[in-house]
């Protein structure tokens, strides 16, 4: 009893003041924060503010240079993506890796492949992976017309879905999404915004990289906001306003100054 309580107190991942520099350049410095089994954390930031350096430490493709970051209260240093994935930590990016010419079931199984028979006689399951691929789709709720289809004819957020759902299919416990939204437009955004709230329902733990306030408000239990590669604001969702995040997103004064900037000199 005490040990399942204790358990769910752990989180999935904590970074605890991170930093990371590329040579002289500080891009990450005392950055904390937590990811647990069903809740969204967003990481917001503007361009250059380190969200992909965060994405990179937390994937396995970069170490960090100081800090903690433990996965299930354990202190790691991930030696590379494989790694992190062996831990449970998928990671979807914008720009997905995925055969646009291949059927959706055989890009869902990519890397992966199931095969029956065995010798000279083995080959792919390709009734087990379309079965599969329909199935698993289906259980996030995704109505595909036709996993025969290329992947490269599905729209972006559909093949968005297709990747959250082959992240929870093969037993991801952390889904860490690069800006899933930046390319789509409002409705396909929020169709992908579903799927990510459908994986953390499945009890996958969140990571939801975006400069979109209104997208991570919609889904978000916990904010944090990066500028410049250091924390400019850590909020759960109980102690922020939308438009608290919105302002320090936009970066209050800064727009203020700006507005001064650009405002024309009135005609005398
Ligand atoms: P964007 O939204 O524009 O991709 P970001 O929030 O993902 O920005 P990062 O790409 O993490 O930001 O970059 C943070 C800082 O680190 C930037 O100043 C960037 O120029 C610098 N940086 C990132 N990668 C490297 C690298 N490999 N070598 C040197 N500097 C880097």
Redesign the pocket.
């Known amino acids: 009893m005490t040990t399942s309580t204790k358990t769910e107190s752990v989180p999935l991942v904590e970074l605890d003041d991170v930093s990371k520099y590329?040579?002289n350049?500080r891009?990450l410095e005392g950055v904390s924060l937590e990811v647990r089994s069903g809740e969204i954390t967003c990481v917001l930031?503007?361009?250059?503010?380190?969200?992909?350096?965060?994405i990179k430490i937390v994937a396995g493709l970069h170490r960090h240079d100081a800090g903690t970051f433990r996965i299930e209260g354990e202190e790691v240093t991930l030696a590379n993506p494989r790694d992190a994935l062996d831990r449970g930590i998928a990671t979807v990016y914008q720009d997905l890796a995925v055969v646009p010419l291949m059927p959706v079931w055989r890009n869902f199984f990519l890397g992966s492949e199931p095969t029956k028979g065995s010798g000279p006689f083995k080959r792919l399951d390709v009734d087990l992976m379309r079965t599969t691929t329909r199935e698993a789709l289906l259980r996030m709720g995704i109505d595909l017309r036709d996993v025969d289809q290329p992947i490269g004819t599905l729209s972006g957020g559909e093949r968005q879905c297709v990747a959250i759902a082959r992240a929870v299919h093969f037993g991801a416990k952390v889904l860490v999404l690069d800006e899933p939204t930046a390319a789509l437009g409002v409705k396909q955004s929020g169709v992908v915004l579903k799927y990510v709230a459908a994986a953390r329902d499945e009890g996958l733990g969140v990571v939801l990289i975006t400069?979109n306030p209104h997208h991570a408000y919609l889904v978000g239990d916990r904010f944090v906001l990066?500028k410049r590669?250091v924390m400019a604001g850590s909020h759960t969702k109980d102690s922020v306003t939308l438009d608290e995040l919105t302002r320090q997103m936009a970066g209050g004064t800064e727009l203020e100054d700006l507005r001064h900037e650009l405002e024309r000199p009135s005609a005398t």
């Open positions: 590329y040579g350049i891009a930031g503007d361009n250059g503010a380190g969200k992909s350096t965060l400069h990066l590669g």
